[in-house]
């Protein structure tokens, strides 16, 4: 970008934006969106079809540390909701999951253990930066009795390999413009992409129902509690959304740009023009 060979690059790494930013030629785009990246744990495989070890996993994680040093501050701590801020029907589930070390501790007691030791499968395919935040994870969740093994796999075909596969791994989602698109394709209980595997038989009747409810605030109310079990019950870590941030040569024209997914919505190339030769 710097040497003109090319004029875009989505998903700009985060460490080289402030060189980019001191080239007089070279604009970053940020766009606060829908996107969210996840540990899914798979809640038919032992132990994390326990909602309490599912619940220790939540507390023993500190997701500001993790947006402030592997994404600079671009990204917003997540609260194990994939329903984002800027979404109609969006509701904050209580409380906010954040670093608790007592709290984990308690719900690995709960489900009857001192002591929990866990593979997390990663790789930057998943989301740049997914091994380093796994690193950040193994250290908080020593502190709530939680040994976390990361192993490290291989970037090829990671998502034909590990995504679906594996007890525990990292995921990317580039989220959905309504709730009921996000949750049924990421949780209701028969999507082949229920990264979880997590069959909630309330979740998925209050999915149905809302669909055919007219009532602005009975809709609400059930897209609320869908949001508070996927915060209690569900088997996917949500910790944060992220930005989309990307670095473009000013000879690029474009309007405002979209916050449903990276590269303007996937619709850069309809949108965007030659502002200059």
């Known amino acids: 970008l ?32 829908y996107g969210h990246y996840t540990l899914p744990m798979n809640v038919t495989m032992a132990p994390f079809d326990n909602p309490d070890v599912r619940m220790a996993m939540k507390w023993a994680i500190n997701r500001q540390e993790i947006a402030d040093k592997i994404f600079l501050g671009h990204a917003t701590v997540a609260n194990d909701n994939p329903i984002a801020p800027a979404i109609k029907f969006y509701k904050n589930p209580e409380p906010q999951h954040r670093f608790d070390p007592e709290k984990a501790r308690h719900y690995l007691k709960k489900a009857g253990m001192e002591k929990l030791k866990v ?11 997914a091994v380093d935040a796994a690193a950040l994870i193994r250290e908080t969740a020593a502190q709530c ?25 990292a995921s990317y989602w580039s989220g959905r413009a309504t709730a009921d698109w996000m949750f049924t394709q990421a949780f209701a209980a028969e999507s082949s ?10 979740f998925n009747e209050l999915l149905v129902q809302a669909r055919a409810e007219t009532d602005e605030a009975k809709r609400a109310d059930m897209y609320g509690e ?21 670095a473009k040569s000013k000879k690029l024209g474009h309007g405002d740009v979209a ?19």
């Open 2 to 33: 710097s040497t003109g060979e090319v004029d875009y690059i989505g998903r700009a790494d985060l460490k080289t934006l402030g060189m980019l930013k001191r080239n007089p030629k070279i604009e970053i785009i940020e766009v606060t969106g």
């Open 119 to 129: 593979d997390l499968s990663v790789a930057d395919a998943a989301f740049a930066g």
């Open 145 to 169: 009795g939680i040994d976390v093994n990361v192993v490290r796999e291989a970037e090829d075909a990671y998502w034909d390999n590990i995504w679906l596969k594996k007890p525990w791994c």
């Open 193 to 202: 992409w229920n990264e979880s595997f997590w069959k909630n038989p309330r």
């Open 226 to 246: 869908m949001q508070q079990l996927t915060h209690d019950d569900g088997g996917s870590i949500v910790l944060v959304f992220n930005n989309f941030v990307s």
């Open 259 to 277: 916050p449903n997914w990276e590269n303007d919505g996937l619709k850069m190339a309809e949108r965007w023009w030659m502002a200059e030769a």
